[in-house]
């Protein structure tokens, strides 16, 4: 008797609302955190949530093709932390 | 050109092909044919890929590569369920409004040399709650971990049950 | 059958994602309260690591069962995207964790102890 609209207007709305809601929380965390190590972790975990919210927002609009994007997304989030803690602890990126 | 370079070239070129198909599969089967535009560009990208960089894939002197693989997903199995148990922890830590925490920080040795078990047991012990990995030493195998209270520390000092598990995978035979 | 399927599948991944959301909430709750830069990456790289997989794992079973339950089979199988989606967050989201902390490690930042101020 649960029908797809019922579940993509009244289960998955909520939802994304909510991880938006925590994306603001983690600013603070951004923006306050005494050191540049505080800041990076914090984008990290923007970038994590910004995945799952790509995902639910396909579901929403009927896209079920926005699978493509935060894959691509979930790479660059992950080759950006590493560059960011390479060059914080050596000074360069790539050294011959 | 050995056998064992044609054999690392042909098993990458067939990964990323099988690849290639799932990902722009949805766009093919659906016209009904498929067609020869798709599947000559997948043919020649994956011919490319494979040629440059086929040794990142297939080392050269694995050896009885398919009983250690069977073994990790028995292993993957156990692991997964403790991940699930001990992320409850975790969250009762920070919802608590004491936080009981006591960080500290310490170091092991293991006999593990190999890159894949270093790396196996480097990502289990920062996906189980209470520990995170701070640096290897590939030629020691020395560990540098951060627990979080004392009861995971001991459960990786005293105890020693991921190392056995993980020790059982690649060590035996 | 299918009506079984029907009745007891979308309970399950309501549940399954909201257990995914409360540990997603306690990974964002561990940023803000913890009082060390160690122990915030305890909080956030493993509780917000496993509230993923369940929400997105969540979804995989939605998109299978209930999305196009009379489709053929080319259309159905789209989902496997999101496997390589949990394979791939299971393996990189704690090297980052792990290579970030490293980094803090050797340029000097100090641990807490028990009974420090709030750094």
Partial sequence: MIEEVFMREQVFLPIALVIAFMILLCLYRAALGPGVFNRVAAVNVIGTKTIVLLVLIGYIFDRPLFFDISLLYALLNFIGTIAFAKYLERGEIWSR | MSAGKGFGILVTFCAMFLFWLLLSGYIITEQGKLDVFHVGAGVISSAIVALISHDLLVKEKGEKMLSKSFRFLVYLVWELWQIVLANFDVAYRVLHPKMPIDPLIIDFETPLRSDFALVTLANSITLTPGTITISVDPEKGKFLVHAIAKKPADALLVDKTMQKKVAEVYMVG | ?119
Avoid at chain 3, 8 to 26: D, E, R, S
Avoid at chain 3, 77 to 87: D, G, M, Q, T
């Fill in chain 3, 1 to 119: 059958m299918v009506e079984i399927i029907g009745t007891i599948l979308p309970p399950v991944v309501i549940v399954l994602m909201a257990v995914g959301l409360f540990f997603m909430l306690a990974g964002a709750a561990g940023l803000l309260r913890f009082p060390d830069f160690y122990t915030r990456l305890h909080a956030t790289g493993k509780c917000d690591t496993l509230g993923e997989v369940l929400i997105i794992f969540g979804l995989l079973l939605y998109h299978f069962f209930i999305y196009s339950p009379g489709a053929e089979l080319s259309v159905k199988l789209v989902p496997v995207k999101l496997l390589f989606l949990i394979a791939f967050i299971f393996l990189a989201n704690p090297t980052a964790t792990h290579a970030i902390m490293k980094a803090a490690y050797n340029t000097g930042v100090k641990p807490w102890k028990k009974g420090d101020a709030r750094m």
